[in-house]
């Protein structure tokens, strides 16, 4: 357990450090961050670091495509943890999904 905290702490830093220094790059019109790197961060669990960045840094938060692409990472992941939670097959789910 203290692996995986460590994890999401470290994640979580880099995502707020590369936001930060994008939104650095931006102000200074310097070759960005890709949107796709920021994504990945956020896929791999640094989307509490990002958003936090998001909202300090007010960074991103006036782009509806990538609030969109965002959201749908953070719900995704919140619904899984959820199904973890309460230890529901995900392939039920997707077979009742699909009838």
Known sequence: MN???LYF??????????????????INHKRRISE??????ATTGGWVGLLLAM??????????SFILKFSAIVFIQIAVVVLFIYNVNIFNVALFLGN
Request: no cysteine; aromatic share 16%; glycine share 6%.
């Open 3 to 5: 692996i995986l905290l």
């Open 9 to 26: 702490i470290l994640i979580n830093s880099i995502a707020f450090i590369f936001a930060g220094y994008d939104k650095y790059l931006a």
């Open 36 to 41: 796709n790197t920021l994504f990945g961060l």
């Open 55 to 64: 909202i300090i840094f007010r960074h991103k938060t006036s782009k509806p």
